[in-house]
């Protein structure tokens, strides 16, 4: 039934617009080992419903792209990563978004999909024309569907797995065609606001790099009468600005990202920059430029932090020569005592034992540094199928004792179809390292299968831990109230725990590799023979032999010039 206007109104923008709102935020965290941990967050809420099989035509904020996606493959949550290099939790600590090394890609389907394994095909042939990436490698022979380690993260309690896909592709090379099309998915590109300082050969020159795009649906009040789609943009970066020599330790804006900022984005209603001084409120280690009276306190990642925080949206904050370049200068080397960083309450580690090239052994070593607290671990691995796990040499231990999972899930591999997929619930004591063992085997591949430099070896990705933490302090469990962007991406339940996911290293193993130069030997040996044996040969059989007389010599041949002058037959 078309819509009813009332009289006098104008008719053709009778229907009203959709809600939508962009925030953005920058997090920097001066770390103990002395790099620099900056966190970009850009927020795009969305008021609309693409689950009921309405056609969106009108975009603003969020962009069009992705809508489509959404619309046409049915998405209720999309979570993809781009990462360059390794998060080293011991000296970093944990971050705020975890992501594995290479790529990655999980997607929650809506309950509506009859064919899961077609769409999936299908939305990873899109976002790799969308990200200029390489996902159209992800096949069946990497995909899983977990039982219990990827939940929604949005609203909605989804418990069938069928309609959940996840797969990495650990080899996977970040740049800046990555990068770019990230970028354009802002509001404003990169032409204003925070995403001016995101300039691609400073990014890439750093310890660690990592890009992600997260779709879900959220609540918009606590009732979550009405609902909305988040478009979450995170840019993670770490920055080794540590200077030898004089023991003078300082960083800005402008050395990490060769560019100042100069305003807010014109279509944020939000724009922050947060300076962690948690480990100096007083100011007694660093000086911080120019000062801000402003500050905030948040619970990340369990433990009360607090922040400078400057707001971009007020002209003040910029002064007046209109351009803000924080800068941290240290007042005095930094002792060790203040230097020591709590150890993080969860940490893992991945590795391959074993020699030859026939058998293996794969160690996962997963450690609880909490003096006194145990809590439950979820632990998933995904295995290609030319690693034949054996299953039956699965151990767990925990002190020298065998540790009992309370919940094991294995799906055995077929060859060239699928992988291995094994998940368990492992319950971590404190102050302890629990050990995960099996046994493996290298399969033979065909030599079509082999990589163009396979002496390298292959890639095995990373094992994901997920886990509620004991907290220091009381979590918020109120998901309406406004809090930072940084501080409330996964939903928090319980005041006691929040919620931890890690990654450990990707493995990288060798198989039995033939040697691909024989054949090269073989054809240069045979054409030689060839060219040799038959040249020869063909010649004796095409050619024409002639007795040729010898030429005479030059007394005969005047003799004879002679003899014709003269009219005599020649000699």
Known sequence: MPATSAPGSVTPSSVPRPKDDFQEELVIRPLHSGDIYASFQFRTLWETDFMKGNKVSHYRLFPKSLGQVISKFSVRELHISFTQGYWRTMQWGQPFLPSPPGAELWVWFQDTVTDVDGMWKELTNVLSGI??????????????????????????????????????????????????????????????????????????????????????????????????????????????LHTSGQGKREWSLFKMFSRTLTEACPLASSSKVYIDITDDPQGDQFELTPATPLLSQAVVM???????????????????????????????RPQQAACHMLRPLLHAE????????QTGEIHTLMYNNHPYRSFPVLLLDSVPWYLRLYI????????????????????????????????????????????????????????TEYTPDPNHGFYVGSSVISSLVPSIVAMDTNSSQERPLFSNFFPCKEESSYFVRIYTEPLLVNLPTPDFSMPYNVICLTCTVVAVGYGSLYNLLTRSFQIEEPSPGLAKRIANIIRKMRGVPPL
């Not at 977990?146 to 309609?163: M, W």
């Not at 369990?302 to 400078?308: A, E, H, N, V, Y």
């Not at 925080?309 to 924080?326: A, C, E, K, P």
């Open 392 to 447: 039956h040499t699965l151990t767990v231990t925990s002190k020298g004792k065998e540790n009992t999972p309370s919940y094991i899930h294995y799906q055995p591999s077929k060859d060239r179809v699928r992988p291995h997929l094994l998940e368990m619930l492992v319950q971590l004591p404190p102050n302890s390292v629990t050990e995960v063992t099996v046994q493996f085997e290298r399969a033979l591949l065909k030599w």
């Open 302 to 332: 369990g433990d009360r932090r607090t922040f400078s925080v400057y707001d971009l949206t007020q002209q003040i904050t910029f002064g007046t020569m209109r351009s803000l370049n924080l800068l941290i200068r240290w007042k005095s």
């Open 350 to 357: 991945r590795y391959v034992a074993g020699y030859g090239l």
């Open 131 to 240: 990200f200029c990436a390489s996902l159209n490698f992800i096949d069946s022979t990497n995909t899983v569907q977990p039982s219990a380690s990827f939940k929604p993260l949005g609203i909605g309690n989804v418990t069938d797995h069928r309609f959940l896909r996840y797969a990495t592709l650990p080899r996977e090379i970040v740049c800046t065609e990555n990068l770019t099309p990230w970028k354009k998915l802002l509001p404003c590109g990169s032409k204003a606001g925070l995403a001016i300082l995101l300039k691609s050969e400073k990014l890439f020159h750093s310890s660690f790099h990592s890009q992600a795009v997260h779709i879900r649906p959220v609540c918009q009040d606590q009732d979550c009468k009405t609902t909305s789609w988040e478009l979450r943009q995170t840019l993670n970066v770490i920055f080794d």
